[in-house]
């Protein structure tokens, strides 16, 4: 077989797995790694010591001016919702830049097991802080999707706590970032996911998602964006 079918093959395998696993779907697994697992990364990112740093973030649904991507909707800053949080980059356009992330990684590889991704890319890695906000469960984050090309996420609640996941029917390719901030799209519901220690939810990265702002608890999740 030459170089070019070896490759049309791998095309061909890659576009099935996603049309059998990942395409339209959303998955949840409780207890996705063993209790001392979920300890160890509970106890890393909000535990009593210095080691991991947080990083604040203006707003966690915001659009930074230098992202190629979101460049676009930077003329509706004004519009920005300005719910401050705190965050940790461990992977940035598939380039590793924090040595943290091995920490999650025997996390990622069995979550990916679970949608029978035996070889996988991490395009980016990031962890979220949020604290008990006040914000109404009726109010959301600005609804959107991580990336701007064909990926699955891999959301991981780090501990119990309020402040859902909502995951929208609509697709980005039903829909663009200012049409919904301007109203002109409607948004359904498809899933809700409370966050619940152990718990990850799999699912097509080209939905439209977002989350309720934490009112009674500290809502820490590990959010990565896979090929």
Known sequence: MTREELVSEWYKSTDKWW??????????????????????????????TVDFPWYFIPDITGYPEDDEYLSDMYEYKDQFQARAAFGHEMVRDGVL????????????????????????KV?????????????????????????GDKHFVVLYYVLDSDGDTIIYDQQDYDATDASIIKGETELTIRKRVTPKQGRVVIFDGRFYHTAEQPRHNTRCILNYGVR
């Not at 006040?134 to 999707?145: A, L, T």
């Open 97 to 120: 830049i924090s040595k943290f992330n091995k920490r999650f990684m025997r996390l990622i590889k069995t979550s990916c097991s679970k949608v029978n991704k035996e070889h996988s």
């Open 123 to 147: 395009v980016v890695g990031r962890s979220f802080l949020q604290l008990p906000s006040g914000i109404d469960p009726g109010d959301p984050d600005s609804p959107h999707v991580d990336i």
């Open 19 to 48: 049309e059998e696993n990942i395409k339209d779907q959303i998955h949840v697994f409780d207890n996705i790694i063993d209790r001392d697992y979920q300890d160890e990364i509970k106890d890393l990112l909000l535990g009593d």
